[in-house]
């Protein structure tokens, strides 16, 4: 019984454009950005590199489709499910393959001498040594590749029966406990070197974090076997749409988790760059000004009353102040930080920049978040441990928090500060103080209230929004393309 169906690479023109058209398809539902020509280019990239190398393949079509580095993982992920290595092969093989993963049998007699057995497996191939064909080396690859579609294949599948609704990778991974085995391949590198004469080439340290990344590898393979095989179940282009995940700047900002969040601190300097330009550009066309129409009349008498040459106001140069009022409590605290080091890293286009913090209790963080600038996943631990933002207790109060602010800074308002408030304006049933907010607004150029809950939620428990949305400007904000979108459009220039 082989591990999966076989679905060879495309080898006629036909095949390989409907491929290509597919995967064009499911990178533009992503939100990548791929024309015409780009995805004819990729058509002539296949034709130059051929069939035959499937990684040189992802290789043309990714130079081929992409503009950056970003929607790389996305990229990789939507390839296989269009390009798939079939049972642990290249180029659609089978041949071989109990022999590749050590054993091959999707519904064992004994499975929990099976499991073990698939373990003893895994460790010995992910222990082996890159010039022996290791996980790495030339054939290590094949054999991690069929462990993969075995672990899935034994592991993965539920329904009724084996396989009979779909397959999981969660699943397989819970009960295979990949992670677990970092001793004993740490304990075999350890005897090889020894059995060589040599030493081991790395210290302990870095010998684990070199066998956590062989494991994370092993793990995103059995990730990609399980879309592959739920992609020949629903189809390629269902799969492709709804079960990969977006890109970093995509991931919702309540759902995200840590690594997302990690990942997307690590985009803050290529879309500051792209907002500074945006901003740059708006600047220049706005500062020819208005047509003053009183002079442009007066200046047509010359020419029969015909305003050939219009007169522009002059526009004073300056640069607004913006302020940051963030709520850093629960689940918006990631849409908070992330939002604070991305404006933080635009501060050369505002004459001034001033964040604030709060949970029950507000105070000025503009120093912490300026500060280290190389640690931005640290922020987080650093606001908490300088600042003052609660009170008798640790939830959320609007209300308390807007009358401090009215009452200890509001001098730092006048007629160029811009304010953005972020949070979700949940106020666990505590008074709004929507006096403070009105405040707020008419000390200021304009204020934007920044929700990262979607609008039918505004209205719901102890949510205020529609209060607060009363008095001023509210627009949702779930991702940081709708962040980068929306202070590219709502700061005045």
Not at 98 to 103: N, V, Y
Request: charged fraction near 30%; proline fraction near 6%; include cysteine.
């Amino acid at each position: 019984m082989t591990a999966v169906p076989d679905t060879p690479l495309p080898d006629t023109g036909a095949g390989a454009a409907d491929r290509v058209l597919g995967l064009v398809g499911a990178l533009r539902a992503h939100g990548l950005v791929i024309g015409t020509g780009e995805t004819v280019d990729a058509g002539h990239a296949l034709t130059a590199v051929g069939f035959d190398d499937r990684e040189r393949m992802r290789e043309a079509l990714a130079a081929s489709l992409l503009h950056g580095v970003t929607a790389r993982r996305l990229f990789d992920r939507v390839f296989d499910l269009y390009f798939p290595l079939v049972a642990g092969l290249p180029n659609g093989r089978t041949d071989g393959l109990a022999e590749q993963a050590g054993g091959f049998s999707e519904q064992p007699a004994d499975p929990a001498a099976a499991l073990a057995a698939l373990r003893d497996r895994l460790a010995e191939a992910l222990a082996a040594p890159e010039a022996d064909g290791g996980p790495e080396g030339p054939g290590g690859t094949d054999r991690l590749d069929a462990l993969a579609a075995q672990a899935v294949g034994m592991l993965g599948g539920f329904g009724a029966t084996p396989g009979s609704d779909g397959w999981s990778s969660y699943q397989t991974l819970s009960r295979l406990r990949p992670e677990t085995l970092l001793a004993r391949i740490r304990a075999a590198l350890r005897q090889r070197a020894e059995e060589s004469g040599r030493e081991p080439e790395f210290a302990d340290r870095l010998t684990d974090d070199e066998i956590r990344r062989r494991i994370e590898a092993f793990r995103e393979r059995v990730r990609t076997e399980a879309r592959r095989r739920v992609a020949e179940r629903q189809g390629r282009d269902r799969v492709a749409r709804r079960a990969v995940a977006v890109t970093p700047d995509r991931v919702d900002f309540l759902l995200a988790g840590r690594e997302q969040l990690d990942e997307l601190r690590r985009t803050v300097r290529p879309l500051a760059r792209t907002l500074a330009t945006r901003l740059a550009a708006r600047r220049r066309r706005a500062a020819r000004g208005e047509i003053d129409l009183r002079r442009t009349l007066r200046r047509s008498l010359a020419t029969g009353g015909v305003p050939v040459r219009p007169v522009l106001r002059r526009r004073r140069p300056g640069r607004p102040e913006l302020v940051l009022l963030c709520d850093v409590s629960g689940s918006v605290a990631g849409f908070a930080h992330f939002t604070m080091l991305l404006v933080q890293a635009l501060h050369d286009q505002f004459s001034r920049v001033r964040v604030f913090a709060f949970v029950n209790r507000v105070d000025e963080v503009t120093d912490l978040v300026a500060r280290d600038r190389a640690d931005p996943a640290g922020l987080g631990e650093r606001i908490l441990a300088g600042a003052t933002l609660t009170g008798w207790h640790g939830q959320s109060d609007y209300g308390t928090a807007l009358g401090e602010f009215t009452e200890r800074y509001l001098d730092v308002l006048g007629p160029r500060s811009v304010v953005f408030v972020l949070g979700d304006a949940r106020t666990n049933r505590s008074d709004p103080r929507l006096p403070a907010l009105k405040l707020i607004s008419d000390r200021s150029r304009a204020v934007y209230w920044l929700n990262p809950e979607p609008p039918a939620q505004w209205s719901t428990g102890d949510s205020v929004a529609h209060l607060y949305a009363e008095l001023v400007d509210m627009r949702p904000c779930r991702n940081a393309r709708q962040l980068t979108e929306l202070i590219g459009r709502l700061v005045p220039v």
